[in-house]
């Protein structure tokens, strides 16, 4: 106990210490995006962008995979779960992501077959033993989560299941970047990049980012520590007019990545066009199913344009989340007018309100609303 103790101090001193350099080696306030969720949440939890206030401005970008993901796909997952012996595969945290129609926990309530897995490979197995269901994995996220899917899709090709398919709705990081660097209202000065997403893809594309459009880029953990690390080097650079891509995870991260999950990719994805909630339409930024797989392509098996009517004005308020705003760093949760009063975690209006790597969660959750 006495040396868990003593580790927390010495973290909670070389955190102040990180925080004071920071200020130090600054000539001006800087404008920093984190483009990841779990990062989101350590910066609001323990009160960094506090510790570097005057020094650093803190946004928070599109890092929540749960937020980005378009309304439209959460609609189509809810149309699939209602078509007769169909069963809609998910992660939990998608369940209460509210659209036009609803969320997947309203269709539940309706009669909607939505099954929780906590593997994609659980939802094979499921297709596996109920051979009388078509089932449909909703595979959501980066590149991090893309592997397992992309594993999925090849043991149920091994197994030659013709009842599992996936709704693909994965995105990619760089594009998104690009995005907001070209976006006439970008006011960010550099970017703390997702340790994770880079585990898996490397660093390259990071460098040509960095180099093309003058900001720097560093990759970093998920402590406090970890980030306050990233954020002196990132102030380092600005102050002496440097942009590059640097890696500060390297505990994790190899500057190639995982070669072997990237191979995986790339047999069974493709990129495509992908519309991002709060983005719009970015060029390829998303990631399909290669021909050779289409027959696992929910959107190609199903016409999912059936009867909903009964989940229509579910989320008649949706329209008034200001996610676009939150998750391009134009605007901090607490600014919504509907923060803390019309939309709660218990009742939201938005996907940045429900997962627990969405800003607004985070902000509710952390932060005092008085």
Known sequence: MLADLAEKFRARDLTLNLAKKIKEKTSRTWTLMEVCGGQTNTIVRNGIDHLVEGAIELIHGPGCPVCVTASTSIEHAIRLSMRPNTVLCTFGDMLRVPSREGSLLDAKALGGQVKVVYSPLDAVKFAHRHSELEVVLFAVGFETTAPATALAVRYADQMKLSNFSLLVTHVLVPPALKVLLESENNQVNAFLAAGHVCTVMGVQ????????????????????????????????????????????????????GNLEAQSLLSDVYEPIDRHWRGLGLIPMSGLGLRPKYHRFDAEAKFDAEHAVGKLSNKCQDQDSCQAGAVLTGLQKPEACPHFGGACTPESPLGAPMVSEEGACAAYFKYRSLG
Do not use: C, W
Request: hydrophobic residues 40%; aromatic residues 8%; without cysteine.
């Open 205 to 256: 594309a990071y460098h040509e980012i960095a180099r093309l459009y003058e900001v720097p880029i560093v990759i970093t953990g998920f402590e406090p520590v970890d980030l306050l690390r990233g954020m002196l080097a990132t102030v380092v650079q600005l102050e002496q007019g440097e942009s590059k891509a640097e890696n500060l995870y390297e505990r994790s991260v190899d500057p190639e």
